[in-house]
T-cell receptor
Framework: DARVTQTPRHKVTEMGQEVTMRCQPI?????VFWYRQTMMQGLELLAY????????DSGMPKDRFSAEMPDATLATLKIQPSEPRDSAVYFC????????????????FGPGTRLTVL | AQKITQTQPGMFVQEKEAVTLDCTYD???????LFWYKQPSSGEMIFLIY??????QNATEGRYSLNFQKARKSANLVISASQLGDSAMYFC?????????????FGKGTRLSVIA
């Protein structure tokens, strides 16, 4: 049963600390997304990659957030330094950008990382 | 400007009844896709149904159907024969453009509560 995995599932940290979230996309998927969910803003895109290349990271605060794909099986999202306003659920999603015969390109979501910054 | 609008913050429905969750969207791109996701209290995002802008027929997936009215730019989700397990947040989302798997823009969601 292929699924997107994310670690850690929960993270509590203190303001100023570095936070690293990891995502393993479904094997063979070439597009990876990072979304953030908060009560106030809802679900919003932070960044996404296709074939490991960043295509859009305009949703990320550039001074503290960074997203990378060291290889096709791992995507990372780092926050340094973290702030209380970063408290949210961070979702990773993966999908295919093109699959012959597929009517649409579904995005498969991971279980999310719940981050609390004190 | 908000691209996806879900006007119902919360809805109640009696078990076994049908319920419609509203979604309107805004885009000038002739090619787009509309998605509905379910988020139960466990927090996972579960894909329910998809409607493409060029699809001639309304999408259906089991008890879920999408009432797609292109001219009105609405894509309402209909859940038939509600079950207690349908209690969750429901998000409408849109992707613009024809090429590739591009980011989704989400609405604020509707919390559905199914009453026994």
């Amino acid at each position: 049963d292929a699924r997107v995995t994310q670690t850690p599932r929960h993270k509590v940290t203190e303001m100023g600390q570095e936070v690293t979230m990891r995502c393993q996309p479904i094997l063979g998927h070439n597009t990876v997304f990072w979304y953030r969910q908060t009560m106030m803003q809802g679900l919003e895109l932070l960044a996404y990659f296709r074939n490991r290349a960043p295509l859009d990271d305009s949703g990320m605060p550039k001074d503290r957030f960074s997203a990378e794909m060291p290889d096709a099986t791992l995507a990372t999202l780092k926050i340094q330094p973290s702030e209380p306003r970063d408290s949210a659920v961070y979702f990773c999603a993966s999908g295919l950008s093109f699959e012959p015969g597929q009517r649409y390109n579904e995005q498969f979501f991971g279980p999310g990382t719940r981050l609390t910054v004190l | 400007a908000q691209k996806i609008t879900q006007t119902q913050p919360g809805m109640f429905v009696q078990e076994k009844e049908a319920v419609t969750l509203d979604c309107t969207y805004d885009t000038s791109d002739p090619s787009y896709g509309l998605f509905w996701y379910k988020q139960p209290s466990s927090g996972e995002m579960i894909f329910l149904i998809y409607q493409g802008s060029y699809d001639q027929q309304n999408a259906t997936e089991g008890r879920y159907s999408l009432n797609f009215q292109k001219a009105r730019k609405s894509a309402n989700l209909v859940i038939s024969a509600s079950q207690l397990g349908d209690s969750a947040m429901y998000f409408c989302a849109m992707r613009e453009g024809r090429s590739g798997n591009t980011p989704l823009v989400f609405g604020k969601g509707t919390r559905l509560s199914v009453i026994a």
